[in-house]
Structures are given as structure tokens and as C-alpha cells.
């Protein structure tokens, strides 16, 4: 084998024989240059570029480095870099792309300009093992004080030789005094805590601790700055035969920084960033360890949702819903146990798991701690808010036997709570899992009713209350399913809504509604106007507008003979966007109706500053109104208000005598309801406008 140049035969002031030896077996890439030609290359150097150090002396820099630019490099300048340049060193063997390397480059301390002293050192994993450390006053030593990482000579009694720059700042001690000490209060902290005194033994039961370097693996060990504080670092220890003994070379990276990077990015990946609390991610994680320690125990799993949570968004705002989520939060998580983990899974839902010998009693304990969190009020921005939580439990094994389906099952419970009138809790059942399946059918079903002709619209009459004279009718959907017959729209309405679907559905609604209405009025009912209700998700919908103008356009119907009804939590949500868009409506002609009026806000403040027409009364108003006299006083309330902002009054689910009597009295303009007529398919909705032209 071709003997490797030396160090010592380059400078005037060459190293002594073990600085030559530590120097010789450096992993990181070293050359030294004189004016523009290679004087000296170590073996890292040598592998780096692909070409035998033997071959490297007396070669021309610039070209190894820069092939394609090798004016590009000037030493001069990159001795003055900061932060140090960073170059893609080219290998002569062509079987790579090229390290990535930061180059350090200083005036070699031989008293002639122009010679230098360059470090390459590969960025990324993999990357440089720095090596031992020379004399303060020779050119290894001014180079191994450049580089950042520790790095210590260690002989086999376990005693410090050398050490450089980067390990005095990482370990915080002076290279004197460090000479001579045991290494092992610096590398085995943990390993003889609490020992009178450290053993005086071989380095090799370091190297059995640690057989392979972790450098830039990411696998790093606890240890101590001389001054007892502890950290996070990286080791390689490599063999150094020196003359006239053994030793090793101690390469100690601290990777505090990254650490702390890492636990940043680690709590953006686990923990919900609004509450602070584990998120759906770390929750699983959680189940999958419990499962693992204990494969047949038991693990309650409690899904919590608040109730009406977006009535809290649409009428306060996304701000101070955020502080309520945070508040609930705060309060589930107060006097849980240990072994109980609280997790936000996302929106307004949160869930407590919980390993147990106890279902019974842990199912108990945790529905009445979620109970209690909901029985005080929260203040949130100066305001009071009574809010109440719906719970869905599941058992593992019992409802599922993996984490996922755990949770999926205890938010299916927590949905059956909301259905069954919320603020309750439900155990998950084989009918919980069925009505869920069930939903999921519907959903799936109803993305194709469109297409395959299912869905179709009935129109029920309204007319004036004193004069029974028709003024018009609303549009109602209705689904005929093939397997299931006729769906009721208060099952698969939600589902659409909730889903997304009602956009599209609702928009084929205004398309065919306007159609017809528009073949009505050119058979002899010109003030003939149909009323389509627009669902929350639809009003919100950026292109409305569009939408209801090209419906018009397309169907030919006049914009007056069109109505537009948006229940109250529909305009509240965004009230200054929904003026707006009313106010851009009626422009066109056409009329706005609030629906449902009485079961929301009712409030004049925000009425008087919306551009509308028209207060349809809820039904559950009506049903009691010849004999309840709560009923007639919010009836006649609701009538009032509309009289002093020159509204409109429409009552609806009008099905006695007593009850269209009852809003003669009071005032009501316009009835509809089975008292007059059901909603009636397109030909028996013909037939009736038959019989009233006789």
C-alpha cells in the first residue's frame, strides 16, 4: 500500500508523532494548500473526491472543487465567509451526484501567505467524525479548534489525553485541568449516579455501551457538562494506536438544539395546538400501548361533543368559540385520575380513555366528571354561556378490539346522544352501530338520487288568511328511495347538510322549482310565487348568486314571482356578508323570508338591519294555539313585530279551524297547512289550480 503523505512533511512546524497518528485517521476531509496546488490530502479527503491521496499532491484545487467554475473559488474569500460556504464537492468516480460539504478555510499558521488549511465537512446524515486534538501551537490543532463537535483523545484507563476547542465548550471545562481526568463523569453520568466513586476501569466498557458510532443517526445518550449539567448527545469512539500505547479517539456531538426542534415538531404532530391537549394522533398512540400492556384488560373509551356548539360560533364568533373549547377543556381535564387521558380530537370533540378492572365504576366516575363540567356556567369574553355535552362509550375488547374502531365507536355513540335530544349519554350497542351503517347508506344513496331520478318536489299551497285566496306555495324536496320507499326529509335533510350534499341538491331544487313555477304562471296564475327554502350551507355557498340568477334566467320566471327563505341561525353566522347578499337579491325582485322565525334569535335589533320581507311563525307555535295561551302571546308578538318593521307574516303547519281563527284575530297575513291542502305532487298541484280558476 502507497504510504499517506503526512502533515508534518508539508509544514515548516509538522506535529508530533501521536498528533500525526490522531490526524491520519480523522474522518473529516482535510487538505492544505499552497497558492493554488494541493500539498497534502488525508484519506476522508481522498475518499471524498475519488482520488488516491498519493495522486492528490501537487494536483490544482479549484478544478476538484468547482469543475464547471473553478474561478469561483478564491480561499481569500471563503476564509472570510460567515455563516461558512457550503459547496457540492464532485466525485471523481462519477457513481455519486456529489457530497454536500461546508468548507472551512484558514491561513495555515506557517508564516507563508498563501498557504491554507481547508475542512470539508459533509452536511446531513452520514456526516463528518471529527478526530483528536494536537498541540495549541501546530496546524491540527488550530484546525480541530474550527470544528464545532468534541472531540477527545482518551486513553484506555479511561483518562482524558487531549481534548479540543469543542469539547471544552460542550463539556465546560479548561483543556489543562481536563487532562488527566476520567472521562466517565462526562459520558456515563446516569450509569454511576449516586456511587461514592467512579471506576477507574477500561474504556472498553464504554465501547461495549456504545459499539457503533450514533453520529447523525439521531440515537443519542444523556450526558454531563463537568458542572453536573446533563445533556443530550452523539458518540463515536474510534481506535487511535499511538506510538508507545493505545487510546481512542471520542467524537461528542450535542444535539441539544435539535432536541428541543424535534420536541417543538413533536408537540405540533401529538398535541392540539388550541387546548394544549393530546390530539387524535397521540390519542391512538396512547390506546396502542395500553392495549399492548395489557391485551385482555378492559379501556373505556368516553367521546364528549358540545351541544349546539355552532349556534356558539355563528352568533359570538370563531373567537370566543375557541375560548369555550378551551375553558371545557380546562374543566374535563381538572380532577381526572392518573391512568385517565384527556384528548381535544378535533372541532368540538374530546374524548377520555382510560384502562380499568373497574368498567362499571370508571364508566360512572367519568360521566359524572363530564356532567359536573357542564353544570356551572362558562364566562367567556363577560358573557354567561350554559352549555350542555352529549357522551358516547365504548368498551375494548367489548365494541372493538383495535384503538381506531375504540374511538370511531364511542363518537358513534356520541352522535346517537345528540339524536336522542343531547345532553345525555349512550353506551355503544349493535343498534348504535346499525343506525350509524344505516346513515352511512343514506349518505351514500343520496349522492346518487339525483342522478337517478329519486328526488323530486311537492308544492304546498299558501293563502291569505281573511280571503282564502291563493298566493302561492312552498317547494318542498321528497326522496323516493327504490329499496326503502319514501324517506321523511327530517332524516336525509341533516344527512345532506351535514355532508356537503345539500349544495348541489339545493340548487337542483331552485332549477326545477323555478320551471315549474314558470309553466304555472303562463297557464293563468302570473302572481303565482313559490317559496324554496335555502339551507344554511347553501346561503353561505360563494356563488348563490350566480346560482339564483341563472335559475331565473334559464327558466324565464319573473324574479317577483320568486320567494327565498334562510332560517335565522342561517344569517346570523356571518351577519354583515348576509345584508349583503339579501340586499343583492333583492335587488333582483326578488322576496326574503326569515323561516322558522321564533325558535332563534327574534331579535329586533338585527331584523331591523336586515333587507327582508317576510316572518314565517314556526309550527310549534301554531299546534297550540286555540288553546294555549303562551302559544297566541308569541304568535301575536311575532305579528306585532312585523307590523312595526312593515313585515309580512306567514304561519305554517295550519291544520284546525281554531287555530286559522286564532291568526285572523291576531293579524297573520298568509296560512298554509293540511287545513287547506297537503303538499301535492306537480299533477295534483295542476289539478288544484284547476279547481280554483272554476
Known amino acids: 500500500m502507497v504510504a499517506q503523505p503526512s502533515l508534518s512533511q508539508v509544514a515548516d512546524s509538522g506535529p508530533s508523532g501521536i498528533l500525526a497518528a490522531a490526524y491520519d485517521r480523522l474522518p473529516v476531509a482535510v487538505l492544505c494548500v499552497r497558492d493554488k496546488d494541493i500539498l497534502y490530502a488525508n484519506g476522508a479527503a481522498a475518499t471524498l473526491l475519488g482520488v488516491p491521496a498519493v495522486n492528490l499532491k501537487g494536483r490544482a484545487l479549484a478544478p476538484l472543487l468547482k469543475p464547471n467554475d473553478p474561478d469561483a473559488i478564491d480561499l481569500g474569500r471563503m476564509s472570510r465567509a460567515d455563516p461558512l460556504e457550503t459547496l457540492t464537492i464532485p466525485h471523481a468516480g462519477g457513481d455519486s451526484c456529489g457530497a454536500l460539504c461546508d468548507v472551512s478555510v484558514s491561513p495555515a499558521p506557517t508564516g507563508r501567505s498563501g498557504d491554507w488549511l481547508l475542512c470539508l465537512r459533509p452536511l446531513g446524515p452520514g456526516g463528518c467524525i471529527l478526530g483528536p486534538i494536537t498541540d495549541q501551537g501546530s496546524i491540527l490543532a488550530h484546525l480541530l479548534d474550527a470544528v464545532g ?25 479548561d483543556r489543562e485541568p481536563a487532562r488527566g481526568m476520567s472521562i466517565w463523569p462526562l459520558l456515563a453520568p446516569t450509569l454511576f449516579e449516586g456511587e461514592d466513586s467512579l471506576p477507574e476501569t477500561s474504556v472498553q466498557m464504554l465501547l461495549r455501551a456504545v459499539p457503533r458510532s450514533t453520529l447523525g443517526t439521531g440515537r443519542s445518550m444523556t450526558l454531563s457538562r463537568a458542572d453536573g449539567i446533563s445533556f443530550p448527545g452523539e458518540i463515536a469512539i474510534t481506535p487511535l494506536p499511538l506510538p508507545g500505547c493505545s487510546a481512542h479517539l471520542i467524537t461528542v456531538r450535542d444535539v441539544s438544539d435539535r432536541k428541543r426542534i424535534e420536541s417543538r415538531l413533536e408537540r405540533l404532530a401529538l398535541y392540539d395546538p388550541l387546548t394544549r391537549l393530546p390530539n387524535r394522533v397521540k390519542v391512538l398512540q396512547h390506546l396502542e400501548r395500553l392495549v399492548a400492556q395489557s391485551p385482555l384488560g378492559t379501556i373505556v373509551a368516553v367521546a364528549i361533543d358540545v351541544d349546539h356548539f355552532k349556534y356558539v360560533n355563528d352568533f359570538f364568533g370563531h373567537g370566543p368559540g375557541d375560548r369555550l373549547l378551551q375553558a371545557v377543556g380546562g374543566r374535563l381535564g381538572g380532577d381526572l385520575e392518573e391512568g385517565d387521558l384527556l384528548g381535544h380530537l378535533g372541532g368540538d370533540d374530546f374524548v377520555i380513555v382510560s384502562a380499568t378492572d373497574d368498567p362499571i365504576a370508571t364508566i360512572d366516575r367519568l360521566a359524572r366528571r363530564v356532567e359536573e363540567a357542564s353544570a356551572r356556567t362558562f364566562l367567556i369574553d363577560q358573557s354567561e354561556l350554559f352549555i350542555s355535552l352529549s357522551q358516547g362509550i365504548a368498551l375494548y375488547p367489548d365494541h372493538a378490539t383495535d384503538p ?18 343531547r345532553a345525555t349519554t349512550v353506551i355503544y350497542s349493535e343498534r348504535v352501530r346499525d343506525r350509524r351503517a344505516g346513515r352511512l347508506a343514506i349518505e351514500t344513496d343520496l349522492r346518487r338520487a339525483v342522478e337517478r331520478g329519486e ?30 320507499g319514501r324517506i321523511p ?28 313555477a314558470r309553466l304555472w304562471t303562463q297557464a293563468g296564475f302570473p302572481d303565482l310565487k313559490v317559496a324554496i327554502n335555502l339551507s344554511v350551507r347553501q346561503f353561505r355557498d360563494a356563488g348563490l348568486l350566480m346560482k339564483v340568477i341563472e335559475a331565473i334566467n334559464a327558466s324565464g320566471l319573473p324574479a317577483a314571482n320568486l320567494e327565498l327563505e334562510i332560517t335565522e341561525s342561517g344569517l346570523m353566522s356571518d351577519l354583515d356578508r348576509a345584508i349583503d347578499l339579501l340586499q343583492d337579491l333583492k335587488q333582483l325582485g326578488i322576496t326574503i323570508a326569515i323561516d322558522d322565525f321564533g325558535t332563534g334569535y327574534s331579535s329586533l335589533s338585527y331584523l331591523k338591519r336586515l333587507p327582508i320581507d317576510l316572518l314565517k311563525i314556526d309550527r310549534s307555535f301554531i299546534a297550540g294555539l286555540s288553546e294555549n295561551a303562551d302559544d297566541r302571546a308569541i304568535c301575536q308578538a311575532i305579528v306585532s313585530m312585523a307590523a312595526s318593521l312593515e313585515l309580512e307574516t306567514v304561519a305554517e303547519g295550519v291544520e284546525t279551524e281554531g287555530q286559522l281563527e286564532c291568526l285572523r284575530q291576531i293579524g297573520c297575513h298568509e296560512v298554509q297547512g293540511f287545513f287547506f291542502a297537503r303538499p301535492l305532487t306537480v299533477d295534483e298541484f295542476s289539478d288544484y289550480l284547476a279547481q280554483r280558476r272554476i
Open 404 to 421: 381506531s374502531n375504540l374511538l370511531t365507536a364511542a363518537q358513534a355513540a356520541t352522535y346517537e346522544a345528540k339524536e336522542a335530544g
Open 149 to 173: 463537535d468534541a472531540v477527545l483523545v482518551v486513553g484506555n484507563d479511561g483518562r482524558i489525553i487531549d481534548l479540543n476547542k469543542g469539547a471544552q465548550r460542550v463539556f465546560a471545562v
Open 489 to 516: 326529509p327530517s332524516h336525509f335533510i341533516p344527512i345532506a347538510e351535514e355532508s356537503g350534499l345539500i349544495v348541489p341538491i339545493g340548487h337542483w331544487v331552485l332549477e326545477t322549482a323555478c320551471r315549474q
Open 455 to 484: 328526488l323530486s318536489i311537492e308544492y304546498q299551497p299558501r293563502l291569505g288568511v281573511t280571503d282564502h285566496k291563493l298566493r302561492g306555495m312552498e317547494a318542498l324536496l321528497r326522496w323516493d328511495h327504490p329499496d326503502m
